[in-house]
Nanobody, 127 residues
Framework: QLQPVESGGGVVQPGGSLNLSCTASGFTFSRNFMTWIRQPPGKGREWVASIYPEGRDNTATRYTYSVKGRFTISRDNAKNTLHLQMKDLKPEDTAVYLC?????????????????WGQGTQVTVSS
């Protein structure tokens, strides 16, 4: 299996929280930049957050402005798993969230720019 698999999506009320996971296999997870991308209904894809590979820049993280302070990206290299903790969710966070992996690429909203990407998990924020 070379395609990461996302999980954890669902329906949540505004102000609520969700934790997404992305499990990968078939490549050296720890050596890849890991990225979350989202696509709201009827809109284009948006880069959400990225985390550096193990041993690079203290595994730095980067976020798009709209999620800073609300979302936290993290990785568990022992379990080949990427996480996205989302709090204070807003209706505009409604989207399909997918993860992507690449040894040198991050910051792009286009899955084709990465070596590996998943099918996504749906997050719906609605009252």
């Amino acid at each position: 299996q070379l395609q990461p698999v996302e999980s954890g999506g669902g329906v949540v009320q505004p102000g609520g929280s969700l934790n997404l996971s992305c499990t990968a296999s078939g490549f050296t997870f720890s050596r890849n930049f890991m990225t979350w991308i989202r696509q709201p209904p009827g809109k284009g894809r948006e880069w959400v957050a990225s985390i550096y590979p193990e041993g690079r820049d203290n595994t730095a993280t980067r976020y798009t402005y709209s999620v800073k302070g609300r979302f936290t990206i993290s990785r568990d290299n022992a379990k080949n798993t990427l996480h996205l903790q989302m709090k204070d969710l807003k209706p505009e966070d409604t989207a399909v969230y997918l993860c992507a992996a690449d040894p040198g690429q991050f910051g792009s909203a286009e899955p084709g720019d990465y070596d590996y990407w998943g099918q996504g998990t749906q997050v719906t924020v609605s009252s």
